[in-house]
């Protein structure tokens, strides 16, 4: 459904070195993007596959990135063992706090997941649907 997600950064390497830590327990890879015109970006991909695709970018327009309220990013995660490993890797790398891994039922049976604040405030949240 979804060809690719984007969220802003006022500091590309640290925001890479934030991403590479949380979603590489998730099985996704950054990889090289061919500058289209664009502000410059960083990409995370499925191994083996050429979408869908998350982003960071520095904002076109030039102004300050800044988190959307109500905005977030979901990832799937193989297992709750990898929810884990990236919330705690995402904490490491800069990330806050904003929903400790564990059982989430009201969302559904086996639901099981975390929820971090990237640094520059963009909300991730890490799923397994098990």
């Given at each position: 459904?979804f060809?690719?997600?984007t ?14 830590a ?44 800044t ?8 990832f ?9 490993a ?45």
């Amino acid at each position: 459904m979804f060809s690719h997600v984007t969220v802003g950064t006022n500091d590309m390497e640290r925001a890479a070195t934030f991403y590479d830590a949380v979603l590489t327990p998730l099985g996704l890879e950054r990889r090289a993007v061919e500058p289209d015109g664009g502000p410059a970006a960083r990409c995370w991909i499925a191994k083996d596959r050429p979408l869908p695709r998350f982003y960071v970018y520095e904002p076109f327009d030039v102004a300050k990135a800044t988190a959307g309220n109500g905005a977030m990013v979901a990832f799937d995660a193989a297992s709750a063992v990898a929810v884990n490993a990236a919330y705690r890797a995402g904490l490491s790398f800069g990330g806050r706090d904003a929903g400790a891994p564990g059982p989430r039922p009201h969302y559904g049976d086996g639901y099981y997941g975390a929820y971090l604040r990237d640094p520059d405030g963009n909300k991730v949240h890490i799923v397994f649907r098990g």
